[in-house]
């Protein structure tokens, strides 16, 4: 198959962007959780890769969201999960500073409208890296399993969507669901891993 000299060129960026992430100490700063992994898997973008859709927002957001690593509080159970992935461009550049703002069901489906269980912000890395710590939420009447987020470039437009896990029955019978903004995902000793690659739209 031929490739555009661009393609090339962004996959030759995204390894040595990869490379140089693997290098950095900062992972080590990271909250450890045991056996899971603790790097982003390398992103792929090609030449034609469309920015990362918006969804709607729905009705359970809360603005003022604490900065922590992990949305999970005392006597939250459920499947662990740790969500990790790049902020990048359209053409592939890392967007350090970008401010990731999840929030989520619980196992049973539930929002917390009173506090912030299941709700919370993280930044990006100097190398677009992001990681956050979570359970795998329920779905409920209406919408499958999903994890509502804003994502912020520094001083940009926010980009609100939403991200789906593979292989739910509830995915073909909620008419939000986008197979675009499905996570890879892999079940770990310690914690299901959740990766997605945000791609925002240069200012
Ligand atoms: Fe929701």
Redesign the pocket.
């Known amino acids: 198959m031929t490739r555009h000299p661009a393609s090339r060129s962004r996959r030759r960026a995204l390894r040595t962007l990869a490379q140089s992430a693997a290098l950095t100490p900062l992972v080590a700063a990271w909250p450890p959780l045991a056996g899971a992994q603790t790097l982003p898997a390398t992103p792929s973008c090609g030449a034609n890769d469309p920015p990362t859709a918006s969804q709607t927002e ?1 009705p ?1 957001y809360k603005r003022s969201t604490p900065q922590r690593s992990s949305l999970i509080e005392p006597g939250v159970t459920g499947d662990r999960l740790v969500i990790t992935g790049f902020v990048l461009t359209t053409d592939c550049k890392p967007v350090p500073g970008a401010v990731l703002d999840f929030w ?2 619980d196992a049973k489906g539930q ?1 917390d409208n009173d506090g912030f269980r299941l709700r919370g912000h993280v930044l990006a890395d100097a190398q677009g890296r992001y990681r956050v710590e979570t359970i795998i939420p329920g779905g ?1 009447p209406g ?1 499958t399993r ?1 994890i ?1 987020v804003k994502v912020q470039p520094p001083g940009g437009r926010v980009l609100t969507t ?1 991200l789906y896990f593979p292989d739910e029955p509830g995915n073909q019978r909620d008419g939000i669901y986008s197979p675009a903004l499905q996570m890879a995902l892999t079940r770990g000793a310690e914690a299901a891993q959740g990766s997605f690659n945000f791609v925002l739209r240069r200012a």
């Open positions: 729905g359970f989520q069901a929002y409920y919408r999903h509502h939403q």
